[in-house]
């Protein structure tokens, strides 16, 4: 079945930095979801992509629909501590049947 | 507006035992997806239910499964459970289909011993 890979699997910043992370896989996704999950709780939708190319912002946060439609970007500016948590990507299979789930990126913000 | 519930909060069983995880959805939504999040590691998808049927089903064994209720809330259930099923269970729920938003409840902590 497709698959997603996310890079980097961790990371660790200093507060006040900007992050960068991104979604890629070997096959055509339409539609990108990008989630942030604080430990031990449910994954929260941050921000959603339709088209190729469609570059989306939701406060310090901005993501990107890769115009290959094979990957998606997402960074966040002047990090600070209540971002830490797993972020993942999502990107809804060829059928348009099924959402995929990347394995996440870890960020720690170091103060 | 009310997101998605998931109840219990915490659950402990024995090797075993039975399970049964239980979920609300949005208001409006239709379809519900059960997710395992073992310790560590991304989100296994389990199963896909919308407007009451069994749509998709992840690479699970039979002894999990699950329905959906007229009201579109969603139960699964984990039978002869062992101890990899130690996990953070999520579920999910959107509009009808596959391809909408999917919007996460807090999740059920299964421990098993």
């Known amino acids: 079945g497709q698959q997603l890979n996310q890079s980097p699997q961790s990371m660790f910043i200093q507060e006040g930095e900007d992050v960068s992370m991104n979604c890629t896989s070997s096959s055509i996704f339409n539609t990108w979801l990008w989630y942030k999950q604080d430990p031990g709780e449910g994954p929260v939708l941050l921000i959603a992509?339709?088209?190729?190319?469609e570059l989306t912002s939701n406060g310090r946060l901005t993501a990107q629909f890769g115009i290959t439609r094979k990957d998606s970007f997402l960074n966040i500016s002047a990090s600070i501590p209540s971002d830490v948590g797993i972020y993942f990507c999502?990107?809804?299979?060829?059928?348009?049947?099924?959402?995929?789930f990347g394995p996440g990126t870890r960020l720690s913000v170091l103060p | 507006e009310a997101g998605v519930t998931q109840s219990p909060t915490h659950l402990i069983k024995t090797r075993g035992q039975q399970a049964t995880l239980r979920c609300s959805p949005i208001s409006g939504h239709t379809s519900v997806y059960w997710y395992q999040q073992a310790l560590g590691l991304g989100l296994q998808f389990l199963l896909w239910?919308?407007?009451?049927?069994?749509?998709n089903r992840g690479n699970f064994p039979p002894r999990f499964s699950g329905r959906q209720f007229p009201n579109y809330s969603s139960e699964l259930n984990v039978n002869a459970l062992e101890l990899e099923d130690s996990a953070l269970y999520l579920c999910?729920?959107?509009?009808?289909?596959?391809?909408?938003?999917?919007?996460f409840g807090p999740g059920t902590r299964l421990t098993v011993l």
């Open positions: 992509l339709y088209k190729a190319g």
């Open positions: 999502a990107g809804l299979d060829n059928y348009g049947q099924n959402f995929v």
């Open positions: 999910a729920s959107s509009f009808s289909g596959g391809a909408n938003e999917q919007f």
């Open positions: 239910y919308d407007e009451g049927e069994e749509r």
